[in-house]
């Protein structure tokens, strides 16, 4: 499975961004989904997951309300819509799929997804 994540970028605080995550094969499929991200100096940490009949979705506590997860089946893809970006959102944000079929009593911990993308930086300026 290859996961290739996009969309980061530069914005300012309150700003908007759409990230994408393109999954290769049909590994794709019945998998939960995840947003993990990384800031300079930290450990990585849950953001947002969704399983994959899209009526689950999971939230860190601190993007609930400004970010939305989606995915679209037909075409492999993951989503990440992010407004009103705060400089504390600037990180690596990183793609993954979950490690077992079906959905995850654990879905914000790294170690249910086994397949990472590369990361896509986003930086919120103040």
């Known amino acids: 499975v290859q996961l290739q994540a996009s969309g980061g970028g530069l914005v300012q605080t309150g700003g908007s961004l759409r990230l994408s995550c393109s999954a290769s094969?049909?590994?794709?499929?019945?998998?939960?989904m995840g947003w993990f991200r990384q800031a300079a100096g930290n450990e990585r940490e849950f953001v947002a997951a969704?399983?994959?009949?899209?009526?689950?979705?999971y939230y860190k506590d601190s993007v609930k309300g400004r970010f939305t997860i989606s995915r679209d089946n037909a075409k492999n893809m993951v989503y990440l819509e992010m407004n009103s970006l705060k400089p504390e959102d600037t990180a690596v944000y990183f793609c993954?799929?979950?490690?077992?079929?079906?959905?995850?009593?654990?879905?914000?911990?790294?170690?249910?997804?086994?397949?990472w993308g590369q990361g896509t930086q986003v930086t919120v300026s103040s």
């Open positions: 993954a799929r979950g490690r077992n079929r079906g959905t995850s009593s654990r879905p914000d911990e790294s170690d249910e997804y086994d397949y």
């Open positions: 094969g049909r590994t794709f499929n019945y998998y939960i």
């Open positions: 969704i399983n994959w009949s899209n009526n689950l979705k």
